[in-house]
């Protein structure tokens, strides 16, 4: 089993080292060992619980509910159903964001398509017919 050093650990994950030392003190690394003078050695759970860790707050959920999710995988099979279920509720968050980033996407390339026809065409006007229709997409929530 490989070993890292919180150093390793934080250049690996993009995450601070002043970071690692705060989720280990508040319980979210719960399995991280120590050598004899104290330094922190990470293994390949301490790196899977990081990855979950940061995947969760990238999901906005809170550092005391994700630190609800650590102590039912320390407390093992019975609160499986609990971490199934966090995480269709999370799923269900990002598929959501999923939807309103794409809307995002569609209007920005809406807007580049029309700058380039700008460009191309020396004109920036846009007729009432594709107003129209633009403002129907907006409506629909196409747009």
């Excluded at 120590?34 to 619980?49: A, M, S, V, Y």
């Excluded at 995480?87 to 209007?107: D, G, N, P, S």
Aim: contains cysteine; glycine residues 4%.
């Amino acid at each position: 089993m490989m070993n890292y050093t919180i150093g390793e650990l934080s250049k690996i994950m993009n995450v601070s080292i002043h970071t690692l030392r705060y989720y280990d003190n508040e319980g979210l690394l719960p399995f991280v060992q120590r050598k004899p003078n104290g330094q922190r050695i990470f293994t390949h759970r301490d790196l899977i619980f990081l990855n979950t860790i940061e995947c969760l707050k990238s999901t906005g959920m809170p550092l005391k509910e994700i630190k609800q999710y650590i102590e039912w995988c320390v407390e093992g099979m019975p609160t499986v159903p609990q971490r199934y279920e966090l995480f269709l509720e999370r799923k269900a968050i990002v598929e959501e964001q999923i939807a309103q980033m794409q809307k995002i996407l569609a209007t920005i390339n809406y807007k580049c398509d029309f700058y380039k026809k700008a460009i191309e065409t020396g004109k920036v006007d846009i007729c009432e017919s594709e107003r129209q229709l633009l403002a129907q997409k907006i409506l629909d929530g196409t747009l």
